[in-house]
């Protein structure tokens, strides 16, 4: 059975970092897009970072290029998101995601794997 364990969530200041992880236990066939969306109290899932397995090119939101950085240690079946300069607005629950489709940050549907979520606050 596919689980997808995300960790490094917690709460920090505006203008801090954190690194969320994300290990991928049991077997995904076809794994072709890994990454990161997130869902804000009262808002949609929205994508933030993504990036193919193979080949390694990401997607960013707009909303969080040049702050965060998507990567991956497939060795070690885990997808990381480094999150800078974090700002009061990135505040929400992250989620990780698998799909076999091709990375698509703006189809939260299309990604059949998902974790239980990591929360992520980030005060003023």
């Known amino acids: 059975q596919v689980r997808l364990v995300e960790s490094g969530g917690g709460s920090v200041q505006a203008g801090g970092s954190l690194r969320l992880s994300c290990v991928a236990f049991?077997?995904?066939?076809?794994?072709?897009?890994v990454g990161w969306f997130r869902q804000a109290p009262g808002k949609e899932r929205d994508g933030v970072a993504l990036?193919?397995?193979?080949?390694?090119?990401?997607y960013y939101a707009d909303s969080v290029k040049g702050r965060f950085t998507i990567s991956q240690d497939n060795a070690k079946a885990t997808v990381y998101l480094q999150m800078n300069s974090l700002k009061p607005e990135d505040t929400a629950m992250y989620y990780c995601?698998?799909?076999?489709?091709?990375?698509?940050?703006?189809?939260?549907?299309?990604?059949?794997?998902w974790g239980q979520g990591t929360q992520v606050t980030v005060s003023s």
């Open positions: 995601v698998a799909s076999s489709s091709l990375c698509n940050l703006g189809t939260a549907t299309d990604f059949g794997f």
């Open positions: 990036m193919y397995t193979f080949g390694g090119d990401t």
């Open positions: 049991g077997v995904i066939d076809s794994t072709n897009c």
